[in-house]
């Protein structure tokens, strides 16, 4: 009889794998239509829709930090017909701001699409080539270096408090709404220091009006290959890189899961795919369900740590 049901319980995944998916596929999108997430999410829906025999619908939900578009996927059938592509925003909210989702507890990852790298960048007036050089002359002019930021709690912001809780810097954090107008102080020298994305600022870089000194990730970036690491600099146990990751509601049948994560990975592999990701400063990932699982979770806790020392409040 254990036998006979064990066989028919397995029979009965394999139907819903089979049978999946059975109708268009929703992919939510926690923020407006036009950004970076909302393009990458666009590339990958339509090869997804040929693969899966389905339209991917890509329904941009913005809000609440990305909260609405999360609360809508956590609502959502548990069949894999409706999916969330989220970034670190997605971890970080919840630690900030009163939140009806946990990340850990109420997705299921499914993969990471891509990471994006940060840059460490000064304006020329600050004496400094390089990151010892910064640190040091942040400690000997205390309250004199400006950093920008993306808003109070945004990945930038928190991975400026980590480079600061790792050296001891001594920088004021000067919050935007975006980094557009930052990026506008920073070449008049009212702003001395930033972590923003490679992307947005090469411009800058390549006609020398900014400095960049390290990139946030544990590798050198493939766009800046002569710029360190932070890690290669001396700043011990920082890794950071914004990022787009897949979720699907927790209860997901795990072949559904497995069939979008193989389907998923696949895309990413392709030339078109990477030529993309390529130009946009950032690498494809497309780790496993439970890699990415593990990730999400030591990222919260890194980002529960670094608010809890820095002592940062929600705006």
Same mark, same amino acid.
């Given at each position: 009889?254990?036998?006979?049901?064990?066989?028919?319980?397995?029979?009965?995944?394999?139907?819903?794998?089979?049978?999946?998916?059975?109708?268009?596929?929703?992919?939510?999108?926690?923020?407006?239509?036009?950004?970076?997430?909302?393009? /990458?999410?666009? #590339?990958? $829906?339509?090869?997804? &829709?040929?693969?899966?025999?389905? *339209?991917?619908?890509?329904?941009? =939900?913005? !809000?609440?930090?990305?909260?609405?578009?999360?609360?809508?996927?956590?609502?959502?059938?548990?069949?894999?017909?409706?999916?969330?592509?989220?970034?670190?925003?997605?971890?970080?909210?919840?630690?900030?701001?009163?939140?009806?989702?946990?990340?850990?507890?109420?997705?299921?990852?499914?993969?990471?699409?891509?990471?994006?790298?940060?840059?460490?960048?000064?304006?020329?007036?600050?004496?400094?080539?390089?990151?010892?050089?910064?640190?040091?002359?942040?400690?000997?002019?205390?309250?004199? /270096?400006?950093? #920008?930021? $993306?808003?109070?709690? &945004?990945?930038?912001?928190?991975? *400026?408090?980590?480079?600061?809780? =790792?050296? !001891?810097?001594?920088?004021?954090?000067?919050?935007?709404?975006?980094?557009?107008?930052?990026?506008?102080?920073?070449?008049?020298?009212?702003?001395?220091?930033?972590?923003?994305?490679?992307?947005?600022?090469?411009?800058?870089?390549?006609?020398?009006?900014?400095?960049?000194?390290?990139?946030?990730?544990?590798?050198?970036?493939?766009?800046?290959?002569?710029?360190?690491?932070?890690?290669?600099?001396?700043?011990?146990?920082?890794?950071?890189?914004?990022?787009?990751?897949?979720?699907?509601?927790?209860?997901?049948?795990?072949?559904?899961?497995?069939?979008?994560?193989?389907?998923?990975?696949?895309?990413?592999?392709?030339?078109?795919?990477?030529?993309?990701?390529?130009?946009?400063?950032?690498?494809?990932?497309?780790?496993?369900?439970?890699?990415?699982?593990?990730?999400?979770?030591?990222?919260?806790?890194?980002?529960?740590?670094?608010?809890?020392?820095?002592?940062?409040?929600?705006?």
């Amino acid at each position: 009889m254990i036998r006979l049901t064990i066989s028919l319980l397995g029979a009965l995944a394999l139907s819903a794998q089979a049978a999946y998916p059975d109708k268009p596929v929703r992919l939510i999108v926690p923020l407006s239509a036009g950004g970076g997430m909302d393009t /990458v999410t666009r #590339a990958v $829906a339509t090869p997804l &829709s040929e693969k899966l025999g389905q *339209t991917v619908v890509v329904d941009n =939900r913005a !809000g609440g930090g990305g909260a609405i578009g999360a609360e809508l996927t956590k609502e959502a059938p548990k069949d894999g017909h409706t999916l969330l592509m989220a970034s670190a925003t997605f971890v970080i909210h919840p630690l900030l701001y009163p939140a009806r989702y946990v990340p850990t507890r109420d997705y299921a990852a499914i993969t990471q699409v891509t990471r994006q790298p940060y840059v460490l960048m000064v304006h020329p007036g600050i004496p400094a080539k390089n990151v010892r050089e910064l640190v040091a002359y942040t400690k000997a002019n205390p309250n004199k /270096v400006n950093y #920008a930021s $993306a808003g109070q709690g &945004s990945l930038i912001h928190l991975t *400026t408090e980590l480079f600061k809780v =790792r050296t !001891g810097a001594d920088m004021n954090h000067i919050p935007y709404k975006g980094m557009g107008g930052a990026y506008i102080d920073m070449l008049s020298g009212r702003i001395q220091a930033a972590f923003p994305s490679i992307i947005s600022v090469l411009p800058h870089l390549k006609t020398g009006k900014l400095r960049a000194l390290a990139v946030s990730s544990a590798q050198r970036a493939a766009t800046l290959p002569d710029i360190p690491s932070l890690q290669e600099a001396g700043v011990p146990n920082i890794d950071v890189s914004n990022w787009y990751g897949l979720f699907a509601p927790a209860g997901t049948p795990r072949p559904v899961i497995d069939r979008i994560h193989r389907e998923v990975v696949d895309i990413l592999k392709t030339a078109d795919m990477q030529k993309r990701m390529a130009g946009d400063g950032a690498d494809g990932v497309g780790n496993t369900p439970a890699e990415f699982a593990a990730y999400v979770k030591a990222e919260s806790a890194r980002w529960a740590e670094v608010i809890k020392k820095s002592s940062i409040k929600a705006d």
